[in-house]
């Protein structure tokens, strides 16, 4: 039996987060499992998925988010420890510089990085927000994200579907001064062990120094680096 706080919106809320843990939900689902109206539990589901507390796979539904899970670790976020051990390797394979991407909304931000001690650097600081629409990065968070955010990011995008689909059926992606001039990176996702995208591994640097196809280089590296990541989550 459920109980009731008596407090209407909160009470609604964790409705909507039982029914999404039970198993993934679309909207329809979830309607029906909470019998909320559409635009109630619509507005519900992505309150809960702006604070992680649901997230959203390409399939559309939603599932329980990253949140949930670094509450009950007592505020640690199992990535951010995962990518301590795992970015510092990768640093020192490319001797480049590595950062870690999650998406938030129709931006990416770095929450993490491993930078070379010396020598030029494509320096991204941690929580720099960074549009979509552009890098290797963008196209591997984009690539996996629900329809509508696509379309919405394909709008203005250096990218188109087409990219997507290949990023997609390849595994990583890689661009050449797309977000920044003289500017090389390429990206793998990051999955969590339900197998969803979280985050994304990215390798940059100077174009002279990097090359004009990264992903020749560093791709095997950098879908190693991933597994270990998803291995650690």
Aim: hydrophobic share 45%; glycine share 12%.
């Amino acid at each position: 039996m459920r109980q009731h706080s008596g407090i209407g919106v909160l009470d609604k809320a964790v409705g909507v987060l039982r029914a999404a843990a039970a198993e993934p939900v679309g909207l329809s689902e979830l309607c029906q499992r909470t019998g909320l109206p559409r635009a109630t539990a619509h507005r519900l589901a992505v309150g809960l998925e702006v604070h992680g507390l649901l997230h959203r796979g390409a399939d559309g539904r939603w599932r329980p988010g990253p949140t949930l899970t670094e509450l009950a670790a007592g505020g640690t976020d199992p990535l951010l420890e995962a990518a301590s051990a795992v970015l510092p390797r990768l640093r020192d394979i490319t001797g480049e510089s590595v950062q870690l991407y999650r998406r938030d909304g129709t931006q990416r931000v770095c929450v993490a990085t491993a930078e070379p001690a010396s020598g030029l650097r494509d320096t991204v600081p941690v929580g720099a927000r960074l549009p979509m629409t552009a890098g290797s990065g963008a196209k591997v968070l984009a690539a996996w994200a629900d329809p509508g955010v696509q379309r919405a990011l394909l709008a203005d995008a250096t990218y188109g579907e087409r990219v997507l689909i290949d990023v997609r059926r390849r595994g990583w992606a890689q661009s050449v001064a797309e977000r920044e001039s003289g500017v090389a990176s390429v990206s793998a996702p990051v999955r969590d062990g339900t197998g969803q995208v979280v985050a994304a591994v990215s390798v940059s640097g100077p174009v002279d120094r990097i090359g004009r196809r990264p992903g020749v280089r560093w791709a095997a590296d950098l879908l190693a680096a991933a597994e270990a990541l998803q291995h650690r989550l």
